[in-house]
């Protein structure tokens, strides 16, 4: 339980509606900012207007999926007003406090350093990014679907990278009987796809990959759909690409050659908003209670 525990969350998407709700469910005090327009009634929680004095006590702090821009911005799709987190606000939290988000730009890193507040990009949490990404393999089968006169099945699909989210959507295309290659950059991941019958290629290679291809799906963060390899992909060929933004694919020379591309990155949030918050709010609950308990056993 986190009875006794002061949470703040500022801004966020239709993804924080889980996390408030756990938080409330597990009895903790919570405080929404920004969070004006907000219809639904949760019991038991207060509003505040973004302040250092709203955020002197507090335990933890949440922040959206992507906290803050390179100028502090917080996004808040509840409200109509600007967020701005600066300076004023990280040094009123009390030291044992813990910061969450998704993942941090320079800006909020460089803020908790300075006043060392402890940062948790939960991004960067394995378990996290593996069950985020089923709604990220299904969210680029959908738009596959919503973009192409063909079925999945029977299509000749590339994917390129094996992390984590590589991983389940060349299974998920496999299992959908889509023949699926995938681009890797080490022999061990060349190895378990092998292993896994997805007929690996190494990524320096895809050139050679490219014609056939109907359906090609980046993980990979970094320039690796060239003009090059676009210019060797059939007109009919679809490329998705799940990498950060600026994603991996030479949008400018795909639009010229007429070749539908798309950057898709954030999925989770968009195509299974309520999946992905029980996601984030499992992992920081679970975070909050082990500090919590840490902190009661050094007393």
């Known amino acids: ?3 006794g525990i002061q949470v703040a969350l500022i801004g966020g998407d239709a993804r924080q509606l889980e996390v408030i709700h756990k938080c409330s469910e597990l009895d903790a005090s919570v405080v929404l900012i920004g969070f004006d327009n907000l219809q639904n009634q949760f019991s038991g929680i207060t509003k505040a207007e973004l302040s250092p004095d709203a955020l002197t006590g507090m335990d933890a702090v949440i922040l959206p999926a992507v906290g803050t821009d390179d100028h502090g911005r917080v996004e808040s799709l509840f409200s109509s007003s600007e967020l701005i987190l600066g300076d004023e606000h990280i040094a009123a939290l009390p030291k044992h406090a813990t910061l969450f988000t998704g993942m941090a730009r320079p800006y909020l890193r460089e803020l908790c350093a300075k006043h060392r507040i402890r940062l948790v990009e939960l ?6 990014v593996i069950y985020n990404s089923i709604p990220t393999a299904e969210g680029a089968i959908m738009i596959a679907i919503q973009n192409t006169d063909f079925t999945i099945h029977g299509s000749k699909s590339v994917v390129l990278g094996f992390g984590r989210t590589g991983i389940t959507l060349a299974r998920t295309l496999q299992g959908m009987g889509a023949h699926v290659k995938v681009g890797v950059n080490k022999p061990e991941y060349y190895a378990r796809a092998s292993e896994m019958r997805l007929n690996p290629f190494y990524t320096h290679d895809l050139l050679a990959q490219a014609p056939g291809t109907d359906l090609l799906f980046n993980t990979v963060p970094s320039m690796i759909v060239t003009a090059q390899v676009i210019a060797s992909l059939p ?4 490329i998705i690409d799940l990498a950060s933004r600026p994603g991996g694919t030479d949008f400018r020379f795909a639009e010229k050659r007429g070749i539908k591309a798309m950057l898709a990155p954030g999925l989770p949030g ?3 908003p309520k999946t992905a918050g029980r996601i984030i709010a499992d992992a920081l609950t679970k975070i909050i209670m082990e500090e919590a308990t840490a902190r ?3 007393q």
Do not use: S
């Open 1 to 3: 339980m986190l009875t």
């Open 123 to 128: 991004f960067d949490r394995d378990d996290v």
């Open 270 to 272: 968009i195509v299974a």
């Open 296 to 298: 009661r056993n050094e």
């Open 235 to 238: 007109h009919r060929a679809v």
